[in-house]
């Protein structure tokens, strides 16, 4: 369900938004926003257990740019793993950044 969340409001902001594939790993969200760049998106309920936080992350070390990385979640920490950008889902959803 907070996929489809994080999906509809993708939309709202009209970005082009797909499902990506990388050596059989699924990325939920491969974004191109208005001004062209792409972004990369896994949404997750929760990482706390270490073992969930490693197979949500595991597809952004299969892909080879520097595009923008980011890990939504419902849990109130947020931080950097290797560069990925973790970020509650409300705290993203109330933001007016694209």
Do not use: C
Request: glycine letters at 4%; aromatic letters at 10%.
């Amino acid at each position: 369900m907070l996929e489809n969340v994080i999906y509809l409001e993708l939309k709202r902001r009209n970005h082009q938004v797909w499902i990506g594939k990388t050596d059989n790993l699924e990325v939920d969200f491969v974004v191109r926003v208005q001004e062209g760049y792409t972004k990369y998106i896994q949404v997750s309920q929760t990482v706390q257990n270490p073992a969930t936080l490693a197979r949500e992350l595991k597809p952004f070390d299969h892909i080879p740019d520097h595009n923008e990385k980011l890990l939504i979640t419902m849990d109130y920490d947020s931080g950097t793993y290797n560069g990925v950008k973790k970020l509650n889902a409300i705290d993203w959803l109330l933001s007016s950044e694209s």
